[in-house]
């Protein structure tokens, strides 16, 4: 029987609408108990009560609140909950782009806001009680992960930390570390999903379990089987399809159709006749997203009523009557409306926000059906659906296409099955040729997601902890972190491979009779000649390489030459030399009539041309008479020549021992005791075990050394270069942070340094509010190819903008020679795609005419309209960094310019 709730918990349980689960109740009495709390637990268990009951802790004490999220969308959406169950006047908004209510007991805000908030000092941590930190697994984020373990380390150590996250296999281990760092902390995992989730296959339009569910034995716990009806089925139309490759056409009507997966239209018809809508689809790319809308739309494809049309009309029109009406057309507005009154959207990032926020509210009211989404829904964001469709099981990670991991697969299939809702949830692989159902199988059934850490030390990271704590402090700070706890857990291992080494050592030293055994120096010895012997043939293969290249760039038309060895060996005659390569690969002719490109591999060059012979002006060496006429002259022409292949082998000396140091060696073994002994063999191989044994130990020794303090290695490097540009005065017995280095500890941008060298140098001074917007653009931009734009391949409107541009590239330039010579990782390269279009747009608010600067300047990275607005408001955060921390007074009001001209129109209505 449970037992009843007390205290606040049962007043916070009475305002809930359902009752607690087991985890909720164990997290939360946790917290009431004065305990911090990991929440691990799948996608829609839950978890976001336990962080909403910290909420009225903080407020039932009169005490305040942070409740932080990795991303804008997921802040805009938990600040509206809250301000729906507290009131507008108790909860505060915090993301960079938007502050409301900063001064509330209750904050929602980004990460990022917390974190800069800490290097701050700020006041409004004062009074503060708990921190929520939802999707805290996003610290393993590799841009921006690192935030989060920067938030846990220096809050202070009287707040609870509510860490939520989705389930990952090492939940004990993060676990550990958070209460390493943090104290008392309760781990409360949880892997049963509130709504129980079936896997299902569409092969066609039919639609099949995944698993024989029917088979299995609750009691056995056996892995669930691959269900044999769909086996069969994709056998026989793998079958069939290999039959009708091998039909012959029929006059006018062409072979049988080989299979072709179902259009998007068809898979939304299958599932609503299967009432299983609504529905997400993850297409893994923006445009494929808007395409499969656009498909949609032209079939007859309709799945809202007459009532629900009336809705949605009203929505949409409540949502964007702030938008331009110039900026309508261009925002392919009128087709976004159509496909929203047919029930059917897109959700990605590249959208404008309000039409990606009007898309939520309208899934999340049951009034659009089908979404199709990129990945970026599965995190967080409350848009739970009855169905999943996955159309691939391949994603593109900006640098290749990689298989779907099994903790993507169930963060995405994780959305299926809405709670109060659905009694339970379905996902739905598209089936194709090159889909085996058992790896279907696999991603379903894997549970091993473990949490690993992005985090190492920033410019920006470092200046603020030298500042804060000093580098001693910092130190023990960065030896605290969890990329640290992990590294030396790993190391753990290795230290136990090492003990177990040392005590096989010690039995075979004991046998060989102590470490400094005759036998033991004497193997060492044979062990340094054979490596010298070996370096000495790989120094003599290489010579030989080298001479034999030459011997081939040297060869001209009608060269006759010798091939040593292989099965071209013989008489052969160069019909095209190949003198200006490193590698020369000579077009020759064999007397056995063959033709090819030879190298080095095939002639030695010990031996030089033997002659010469008269070749036609143009030699067909394709064609068989040619070869064979050529070889006949090839021959006659050689009879006369001393051929060394004709002459027999020679065997001379072997080249003489000219290494002394291998002679020395060589020496010294002969006269040393062991060699002398009957049973030196076998001694010696014991003694070759031992020295194995020290060299695999010595290996683990480097990978400990490597591992251990990695990150203050890391930092200490940092410091350095910092120190060198003079950011940090080290002059004195403990470093200090100059003027300049305070000037960097305020700038939070990937290209920190990079910024700080610009505005210190003075090369941004002198520029009008549009030529700084675009410079800035410079420095955070990245296009979505695989190389940043390159200044010729931009136009740059002005001269002024121009100069600065190039400046900051010879500063960028100078950094990236400094982060080689130390061993940091380099800076991120300006990338100029964005400038025509910020200057655009700071210039004149024309939506089109920047969109259109863009594709004249740089055509292979065409911009949405969602993402010029997101990158403008990128910017506008950097300009509002710029306008504070700016030493020159001129550049700091230019940048408050720049920050007016921008944010209008719909970038302003656009937040998000």
């Not at 590698?583 to 030879?598: D, F, K, M, N, S």
Request: overall charge neutral; proline content about 6%.
């Amino acid at each position: 029987m449970t037992k009843p709730l007390s205290g606040q918990l049962a007043d916070f349980a009475a305002q809930l609408s359902f009752p607690l689960d087991p985890f909720q109740r164990e997290a939360c009495t946790a917290l009431e108990n004065g305990h911090g709390v990991l929440v691990c637990a799948p996608t829609g268990a839950g978890k976001t009560v336990v962080g909403e009951f910290a909420v009225h802790l903080a407020l039932a004490a009169g005490r305040k609140c942070f409740y932080t999220t990795p991303i804008k969308a997921l802040s805009n959406q938990k600040h509206s909950d809250l301000v729906r169950r507290y009131g507008p006047e108790k909860i505060g908004l915090l993301t960079g782009d938007q502050s409301i209510n900063g001064d509330a007991d209750i904050v929602v805000m980004t990460t990022e806001v917390l974190r800069n908030m800490l290097y701050a000092n700020s006041p409004a941590l004062h009074g503060l009680s708990y921190v929520v930190m939802d999707e805290v697994h996003f610290l393993a984020d590799r841009m921006r992960g690192a935030v989060w373990e920067e938030v846990i380390l220096h809050l202070p150590e009287d707040v609870r930390l509510v860490s939520l996250s989705a389930t990952v296999s090492n939940a004990e281990e993060f676990g550990g570390w958070i209460q390493a760092v943090r104290g008392d902390t309760t781990v409360v995992v949880d892997e049963h999903r509130p709504v129980p989730l079936w896997q299902h296959v569409m092969v066609g339009k039919r639609l099949f379990d995944l698993f024989d569910y029917r088979a299995q034995d609750p009691r056995t716990h056996k892995k669930l089987k691959v269900h044999p009806d769909l086996l069969r089925h994709i056998a026989f139309r793998r079958e069939a399809d290999r039959m009708a490759a091998w039909q012959p056409r029929v006059r006018g009507r062409g072979r049988p159709s080989i299979y072709r997966p179902p259009s998007r239209p068809e898979v939304i018809a299958t599932l609503d006749n299967a009432g299983l809508l609504p529905a997400i689809t993850f297409i893994f790319s923006r445009a494929g997203c808007d395409a499969a809308v656009k498909q949609c739309l032209r079939s007859s494809l309709r799945l809202t009523t007459a009532d629900e049309r009336e809705r949605i009309a009203e929505i949409v029109d409540r949502r964007c009557a702030d938008l331009p009406e110039s900026d309508l057309l261009i925002l392919d507005y009128h087709e976004w409306r159509e496909g929203l009154l047919r029930g059917l959207a897109a959700h990605h990032a590249g959208m404008l926000a309000t039409f990606r926020h009007t898309v939520e509210e309208l899934f999340v009211a049951g009034l659009v059906k089908a979404v199709f989404a990129t990945e970026t829904l599965a995190l967080g964001i409350n848009m739970p659906a009855r169905t999943v469709v996955l159309e691939r099981l391949v994603k593109f990670n900006g640098e290749q296409h990689l298989p779907l991991t099994p903790g993507e697969y169930t963060q995405l299939t994780g959305r299926a099955g809405r709670r109060g809702i659905d009694v339970e949830g379905h996902a739905v692989v598209l089936w194709t040729p090159e889909v085996d159902p058992i790896e279907i199988a696999g991603l379903a059934s894997t549970r091993t997601f473990p949490l690993r850490s992005s985090f190492a030390p920033t410019y920006n990271m470092t200046i603020n902890l030298v500042h804060q704590m000093g580098p001693a402090q910092a130190h023990k700070l960065l030896e605290s972190s969890f990329a640290q706890y992990q590294a030396d857990r790993s190391v753990v291992g290795l230290v136990r491979g090492i003990e177990r080494g040392e005590r096989m050592l010690a039995e075979l030293a004991e046998e060989l009779g102590g470490p400094d055994s005759p036998v033991l120096e004497y193997t060492r010895l044979r062990m340094q000649i054979s490596e010298r012997e070996r370096a000495q043939a790989r120094a003599s293969r290489l010579q030989r390489r080298q001479a034999a290249n030459e011997a081939l760039a040297a060869l001209r038309r009608g060269d006759i030459i010798v091939i040593g060895h292989g099965r071209r060996a013989g008489l052969a005659v160069v019909l095209d030399p190949d003198p200006d390569s490193d590698e020369p690969r000579p077009l020759v002719l064999t007397e056995h009539r063959w033709a090819g490109r030879i190298s080095s591999a095939d002639f030695s060059g010990a031996s030089a041309k033997l002659g010469r012979m008269r070749l036609p002006k143009r030699v067909e060496h394709r064609n068989p008479r040619a070869r064979r006429d050529i070889a006949s002259a090839l021959r006659s022409a050689a009879a006369g020549l001393d051929v060394p292949s004709r002459r027999g082998r020679r065997s001379g000396p072997s080249e003489p021992d000219i290494d002394p140091e291998l002679v020395s060696l060589r020496d010294q073994m002969r006269r040393h005791p062991v060699h002398k002994l009957p049973d030196r063999e076998q001694r010696v191989r014991v003694a070759e075990r031992y020295l194995r044994i020290e060299r695999d130990n010595a290996q683990l020794q480097q990978k400990v050394n490597a591992a251990t303090n990695s990150l203050a290695r890391t930092f200490d490097r940092i410091v350095v270069l910092l120190t060198e540009r003079g950011y940090i005065d080290g002059s004195g017995p403990v470093p200090k942070v100059t003027d300049d280095g305070l000037l960097l500890a305020r700038i939070y941008s990937e290209s920190d340094l990079l910024v700080a060298e610009s505005l210190r140098s003075g090369i941004w001074q002198g520029l009008d509010a549009p030529e700084l917007a675009a410079v800035v653009s410079a420095v955070l931009y990245e296009s979505r190819g695989d190389t940043p734009s390159s200044p010729e391949a931009v136009h740059i409107p002005t001269g002024r903008l121009r100069r600065a541009l190039n400046q900051t590239r010879r500063l960028w330039t100078e950094l990236r020679a400094d982060e080689q010579r130390h061993r940091i990782s380099p800076s991120r390269e300006p990338d100029y795609g964005f400038v025509p279009a910020v200057y655009r747009w700071a210039s004149t608010g024309d939506l089109t005419a920047a969109l259109l600067a863009v594709e004249a300047g740089d055509s292979s990275t065409p911009l949405s309209a969602g993402d010029f607005v997101r990158w403008c408001r990128q910017v506008l955060d950097l300009l509002d960094q710029v306008a504070n921390a700016a030493p020159d007074a001129e550049l700091r009001s230019t940048a408050r310019r720049a920050i007016g001209d921008i944010r209008r129109g719909v970038v302003a209505v656009d937040a998000g």
